[in-house]
């Protein structure tokens, strides 16, 4: 293909996903130069239109951004009024009382909130400030500049045949430039992690860790409804397996968002988190609770998990990686929102800064202090701990040593200083041959659903005839190395049924359903030889999450 001419757009800061750190980020810009050039593009057909996290928020971060929400009729309408802490046998619960748990760990003061919705106010905002916001507009390429810096993004390129030459309606898209470049892709954003490999972000940092975060909203009966009722469990079903738990959060109009967590380093390639989930529902507390409702919504999307010793370096020239292209989730918490809109914050009043000093194009140290020296890093200090402990120890040692280190942490200290995580997740997978099959029952189709029936339910869609979006980089790998050897683990790990093995003429063929995808990313991250890349798909295409 020949190269591309583009016309090009010229602002004093660009940003790359309608996030609440994108969006934060934006709406801090204006605030403090109503001047200001910026535009936010976002590869959803609507701002929220990708985001799954239906979540319990702590408003810290909006306290900071816009003191006066409420007023301003921010959707954080449920409070959360009971905390509820579960673990969970096979056919029975033990409550874990909360007056042993660090105060981090209280939800006093929380929402439980559709984030979905809570971006969709922030927008309303950011455009009543002058932000130019442009859905639909997914960013393919980084553009660089001539001494290497990150100049700006290309966005908009529609209209690719199937064999990524232009097609009869070929749009060739334009370039966004910026004094500097915002990116706020969420976890495992394909130019973040182009960032991160060409300035060698991770130099010195734990690998990132994951999990697999996946959700449906059901619409139950009255009468079992608990407005703003918090519970989350750990243990059944998924045991030695691996690592995770649920949540199960009752917002307003009688719906509840059910949602189950498998931390991505699991052992066991026969390990299908999507059917653990479905599994988990036929447990008597959920199968109580859901019986007599319906499933209205699902999604699912990838989790940063690896924590303050896993955050990359944020910054390179001309370029800031900002909330969850970070990894800023507190996980005992299971919160990362708060971080995302602090994140925000913080890197645009480094770029004011910046800009209001004649500079452009260099590297936002200010940012970088500010997160690990400010109120992300202590918060994300004091569970550092957490995860690790999990990972190497178990769950028993994750509640007693990990309760123990953030009580100490809160106090200002810590026994075990900074724990490790090792391997990363994709490394963590080990041979077939060491391990047994999984026998999953069978979906029921009222508390449990198979995969492909539960995808009609994200609203995804892409279009058929543009060149598929996950790239294999060897495409004999999948069947002569990851079938025999790891048992094909890509058709359980994708919790859309994506990947898939087929025989034909007596040979095993690799076929990848693109069109199911959730972008949630957790082939990027889990495939044993790192052979699968996701990259982004024309703008609007992907799931069409409503209130999620």
Known sequence: MTQVEREAMEYDVVIVGAGPAGLSAAIR?????????VVVLEKGSEVGAHILSGAVLDPCGLDALIPDWKEKGAPLNVPVKEDNFYMLGEAGKVRIPNFPMPPLMNNHGNYIVSMGNVCRWMAEQAESLGVEIFP???CSELVYGENGEVKGVVAGEFGKNADGTPGPGYEPGMELHGKYVFLSEGVRGSLSKEVIAKYDLSKGKEPQKYGLGMKEIWEIDPEKHREGT???TMGWPLGKNAGGGSFIYHLDNNQVYVGFVVHLNYKNPHLFPYMEFQRFKHHPVVAD????????????????????????KMVAPGVALLGCSVGMV??????????????????AEAAHAAIEGGRASDELADYETEVRNGAIGADLKKVRNVKPLWSKYGLTASLT???????TNTLGFSFFGTIGHGKNDAEATEPASKHKEIDYPKPDGKLSFDRLTNVSFSMTNHEESQPAHLKLKDPKIPVEVNLPKYAGPSARYCPAGVYEFV????EQQFVINFQNCVHCKTCDIKDPTQNIVWTTPQGGD????PNM
């Open 542 to 545: 992907g799931p069409n999450y």
């Open 29 to 37: 810009l204006k605030q403090l130069d109503p001047e200001r050039e």
């Open 330 to 347: 507190n996980v005992p918490r299971i919160k990362g929102n708060h971080n995302a809109m602090l994140s925000g914050k913080a890197a």
């Open 401 to 407: 040593l990990g309760g123990l280190d953030m009580w």
């Open 503 to 506: 025989e034909k003429d007596g």
């Open 136 to 138: 639909g507009m997914a």
């Open 230 to 232: 918090v519970t989350h």
């Open 289 to 312: 609770l859901l019986k007599g409702g319906k499933r209205v919504a699902y999604g699912a999307r990838a989790i940063s998990e690896g924590g303050y010793q896993s955050m990359p």
